[in-house]
């Protein structure tokens, strides 16, 4: 059973390593706007980490549907606990 | 059935009460969606034989969804893909496939290219069981065919249609959201009728640049008259489509359906992937998540690499806005309208990626900021967009009678086109944003005023018989929906 605080931590680190920033937090409603070099290529690139780093896959629809980190934190724990 | 004839205010007139009746029951909205969907589908058709390819078409995407519920395959998905593709490309009659014999000369292929979209968005979902539930062929066909939707979109996905048809049975619309939608039906009409229609009269057609040629045989005016086609034609487009979502939107709102946007003020984009951003955006969303979003994904996943991901994505932009331009028209000159796309995202993403490393991105961040840079950007964007919407509505004639038959002179003159244009463009555009900021600040002391329901409704009722006067004045063939055509 994945915890979301686990996940949270997590992310953060992988956050930090695509956007080459040791001091970068998130938050759940953290978006791409408050982020400076978040733009679709970015995104992509996150997405491929996250796929990694927690073993899962993320398909194009569920790409679309991050809204903010929340979502995405939401949508990781889902799939690692179902 | 254009949204522009009687008959389609009459189908409104009687739709909205019979909705507001019914309004509680999931299937009886339904069943009235189907009922509006299939009129006005079929008032389209000519004779049962020519509406049968789409009716075929649509019942392959039926099936295919329900394959793809029972068999999840994504090889299996892939297949049905490529059929589907096919399937549209053979009856929109791409050139390339024109060596298949067809049957029957005119059929209908109303809204084929957003079916394609949606059919192909449906058995992807489907396939990776993003949709919750069985899609029942109720469903499916209200959500290929909704009315208002079926001939230039907005492109939804099915899960959020779904979403809406829910939604809509609690929703209750406000005094101020009724006014809302009925602004802006009426400004969406306005739009199409009298300021496209302004610029769709003869004088702005390319048309109009080769008489010029022919008479005058000045290479100067020539271009000049050229470059006043484009631009009037680039504005055409955008106020006919524009204006037919606003009508779109705006009667979305009144059967209590909130369709996306398709534009966010697209001639302020400050570079050509920007523009695609905020012109028809939900047919770049669409490209972005199921087109981009895969190829990029699978690049970065063999080759990825920090020095060559922003270069993957420069490969990405130009497969999927090359294909995006493809998908406009089926004669050969939209091959080159193709190009032009790829090749002006693609090219933007390279410019970008080069300037972040030969300036630096804060250095590079700092001149974007520069409002000198800002308008000849803007300039710019507006100048390709509009030299690349020649493929459109002229021929490969039409470039070589207006600049010569060789390739470079066509090139030389696009090229001489383009500067001219984004030099004109930036500085029309600066003054434009200079008075709208002096209007804002001189009306700013009557914001209380305009706020009032009596300058409200007589703002509305202005628009209202100004839009009579313009169709009383215009009676003729309605105005055609430019992206119906694509």
Redesign the interface.
Known sequence: MAERNEVVKKLEGVFQDVFDDDDLQIQDSTTADDIDEWDSLMHVTLVISIEKSFGLTINASEVAEFENVGGMIDLIVRKLNS | MSFVSLNFFILITIALPLYYSIKRSMLGTKLLFMILNGIFFLSFAQSLKSILPLLVFLACGYIGTLILKKFPNTLLMWLLILFYVFSFLYLKRYVFLDFIPIWESSFLVIGISYMLFRIV?LN??VR?N?IEGDVSLLDYFNFTCFFLCIASGPIQ?Y?DFEDQQKAQLEYQLDEKEVFDAFSRIITGYLKVVFIAGFFSSDIHQLGYAINIMDIQRSPFLTLGWYLFSVTSITFYVYFNFSGYMDIVIGLGKLFCFKLPENFNEPFRSKNYIEFWARWHITLG?WL???V???I??VL??RW?SKTA??YL?VIAFFVCFFLMGLWHGATSIFFLYALFQGFGVSGNKLYQVNMDKYFGKSRYKKLKENVFYDFICRGATFSYLAISMTCLWGTFGDLLTLFGDSVYSIMGNLFLGFFVLTLISSILMFMFEMVLKWMLLLSSPFEKIIDTLLFRNTYLGAKFYFLAYCLLINVGAPPAFVYQEF
């Open positions: 968005q992807i979902d990776f993003t996905r899960q969303l972005k998540t199921y981009f979003n895969t990029l994904k970065i996943s990825g991901t922003p994505a």
